[in-house]
Structures are given as C-alpha cells and as structure tokens.
C-alpha cells in the first residue's frame, strides 16, 4: 500500500491550482478574450429604463469633463475618453519624465424607444458620468373606425 501526501495548498489558494488556470485559458470557455489579463481601460457601466427615460452611467475616476466625447449617430451612441500626462522632473543630477495614457471607448446600440432628436443630458461628477436619453412620446393608437358600405 502507498501513501500519498495530501497537498493543502491548493484548496487555501486556489489562484495557484493548475486545474483553475487550465479553466480560464481553455479555447472554449466563454471568455474567449484576455478579460483577466487585458491592460485595457474599461469602465463599469449601468444601464436602468425608467418611465420616461433611460439612464446610462459610466463609472470613469479620474477623467475631467473636457476628456470626454459623446456622440450619437445612426441610434449608436458612443462614449470615449482620452487622458495623457507627461511630467518632466530635472534637477542637477539626474532627469525624471514620466508619462501615463489612458482612454476608453464604448458603444451602445439604442432601442428604437429611444428619442434621437431630444437633447442628451451629460453630467460628469466624482468620477461618474451620467447620461439621460428620453424615451419617444408613445404613439396614440387611432381607435377603430367603422365605414357604413352603401
């Protein structure tokens, strides 16, 4: 009979058992893009259907008003954000530059419920931007007409 050692290692860290790595890089999961491992900027957005609007929220810190564009074509309205910082630092012996891009771009596509023409309503604060997009008044139904035949 032979024993064998029993690892505990694997059940307290599971980020380093080889069966869960093997889970999340198969070809077939549903994760088919790097989604762990992007370096890619993107923010945590909520969409809520109210009565008379739809209010689209963007959860971007950092960013100021003026980095932001908005724009609505074709019932696509896209959201993008672009930051650049470049600092030089020199002194008598040494010379520091850093710099750090950020940006994002996000497209969704509008319900047909979605009013084009009325004014979208942007507000950026403590880090989340806001987007209110009223809704099409309903179309009043006609009631139904009877023709007298002659």
């Known amino acids: 009979m032979s024993l064998i050692k029993f690892n505990n290692r694997n059940r307290l ?4 058992n ?8 198969s070809d077939d ?6 989604f762990f491992e992007g370096d890619s ?4 957005m909520n969409v809520k259907e109210l009565e008379g609007e739809f209010e689209v929220e963007f959860a971007a810190p950092g960013f100021k008003k003026s980095d932001f564009e908005v724009t609505l074509e074709d019932n696509m309205l896209n959201v993008s ?12 012996d040494y010379m520091r530059r850093e710099f750090s891009y950020n940006a994002f771009k996000r497209s969704l596509r509008l319900p047909e419920t979605v ?3 009325a004014d979208i309503k942007a507000v950026y604060n ?3 931007l806001k987007l ?14 009877v023709i007298e035949v002659i």
């Not at 080889?18 to 890089?25: A, N, Y």
């Not at 900027?41 to 945590?44: C, D, I, N, S, V």
């Not at 209110?132 to 007409?145: A, G, I, Q, V």
């Open 13 to 16: 860290f599971p980020w380093n």
């Open 18 to 25: 080889t069966q869960l790595k093997d889970f999340f890089s």
């Open 29 to 34: 999961f549903f994760f088919n893009d790097n």
């Open 41 to 44: 900027l993107m923010p945590a």
């Open 81 to 92: 954000a672009k930051k650049e910082m470049e600092k030089e630092e020199e002194k008598e």
């Open 115 to 117: 009013d084009n023409a």
């Open 126 to 128: 403590e880090g989340i």
């Open 132 to 145: 209110n997009l009223l809704k099409k008044e309903p179309s009043k139904e006609t009631p139904k007409k």
